[in-house]
Nanobody
C-alpha cells in the first residue's frame, strides 16, 4: 500500500517561496504519475501540477511560471517548488499518486498560508 506524507507547508509572506515535499512508500511510486492538488476553504480541490513517470509536467494556468513540480524516483519523492506566492495560493496542498492500474492515493495534506 502506498502512503504519501507531505511536508514543507507553512506561513509565508506574499512574494515568498515554499518547497513542498511528498515522501511515498512502496515500490509503486516509480510506476505512478504524481501530482499536487490544493483545496481552499469553501472551494473544490483542484489540480495544481502533475508529473508523469517519464517526467512530463503540466500546470494549472494560475501557477504556470511560478511553481515547479519535480520527482526523484530514487528517493520515492515528489516536490513542488512554489515561488512568487500570492494570497490566493493559500490552501491545503495534497500529494496524489495514480498508479498504472489507475488506483489513486492521497496524502493527508499540508497547510500553506500566504499573508498579504
Amino acid at each position: 500500500q502506498v502512503q504519501l506524507v507531505e511536508s514543507g507547508g507553512g506561513l509565508v509572506q506574499a512574494g515568498g517561496s515554499l518547497r513542498l515535499s511528498c515522501a511515498a512508500s512502496g515500490s509503486i511510486f516509480s510506476r505512478s504519475a504524481m501530482g499536487w492538488y490544493r483545496q481552499a476553504p469553501g472551494k473544490q480541490r483542484e489540480l495544481v501540477a502533475a508529473i508523469t513517470r517519464g517526467g512530463s509536467t503540466n500546470y494549472a494556468d494560475s501557477v504556470e511560471g511560478r511553481f515547479t513540480i519535480s520527482r526523484d524516483n530514487a528517493k520515492n519523492a515528489v516536490y513542488l517548488q512554489m515561488n512568487s506566492l500570492k494570497p490566493e495560493d493559500a490552501a491545503v496542498y495534497y500529494c496524489n499518486a495514480v498508479d498504472i492500474n489507475l488506483k489513486t492515493y492521497w496524502g493527508q495534506g499540508t497547510q500553506v498560508t500566504v499573508s498579504s
